[in-house]
């Protein structure tokens, strides 16, 4: 029986992952959230725990004993994170270096979620792991220093890169950027979606998938987990307006510079997934594959 432990469980990322894992007879799950399970029914178990709080976490490692650690937590809204900055670095940087060494003193493997915002968007092709990162923001640069933690602590470990993960959000989660496009339309509402940034949307049942498939491999290194087709934030909406039937005479295309977001985001942030197909046999679905699921209420 693999134990294994999911921070942030709670989360739109962590509770796929968590619940992919609990429907498999020869995982024993154990989630973890600053707030209690937002979903208790089904084969896991679940204990409230501050990341920032080191000694509880290695009461619970010292308990649980995991195998596997997946850390999905995660400062993760750049205008706050540039805000807030010693709360960004104390979950991002700090919390992620003390995970890495209850890892390492358990013996355990240690799957670490991180962003395409490490990149600062300026290249005219999709990202490659061996790119050098340099964030355009303090989000981007908190990202960057837990991915260095891990790599410099770990033996064992892999770090999963991820873009614009989209999908059904479960009550209790916080959206993501096609449920508020879908949801905004069908409420009749203008939204402005910036045309010239470029991403690499990510259905969050691959990020699952691709997760699992590091669990089950002794890969070191950056894996780039997202999708296939690299898009304009204003082409992610005109497709969710189209599959949805709904009027994408609403969506207002703006450039970066009219948008006048307060913090910086990159311009063509997409990662290149060659590796992870190559080495995990990892195949993502399309933008409409994964469209299909918010159809359900």
Known sequence: MKKILIIGANGFTGRRILDNLSADDACEVVGCSFHPDIRPEGNHTFVRLDINDYPAVEVLFDHVCPDVVVNCSALSVPDYCEQHREEAYATNVAAVENLAHCCEHQGSRFIHLSTDFVFDGKSDRLYTEEDLPAPLNYYGVTKYQGEQAVANICRSYAIARVVVV????????????????????????????????????????????????????????????????????????????????????????????????????????????????????????????????????
């Open 166 to 297: 989209y999908g059904k959000a479960l009550p209790g989660q916080h959206g993501n950027i096609l449920q508020l496009v879908k949801n905004r339309l069908e409420a009749g509402q203008e939204i402005r979606v910036v045309s010239d940034q470029y991403r690499t949307p990510t259905w969050v049942a691959d990020v699952a998938d691709g997760v699992e498939r590091l669990m089950n491999t002794g890969n070191t290194g950056i894996y780039h987990i997202c999708g296939a087709e690299h898009l304009s934030i204003a082409e992610i909406a005109y497709r969710v307006a189209d599959y949805f039937g709904l009027d994408r005479s609403l969506i207002r295309p703006v450039t970066t510079e009219e948008m006048k977001e307060a913090t910086p985001r990159p311009r063509n942030s997409g990662l290149s997934i060659g590796k992870a197909k190559r080495e995990l046999g990892y195949r993502p679905h399309t933008l409409e594959e994964g469209l299909k699921e918010m159809r359900l209420k």
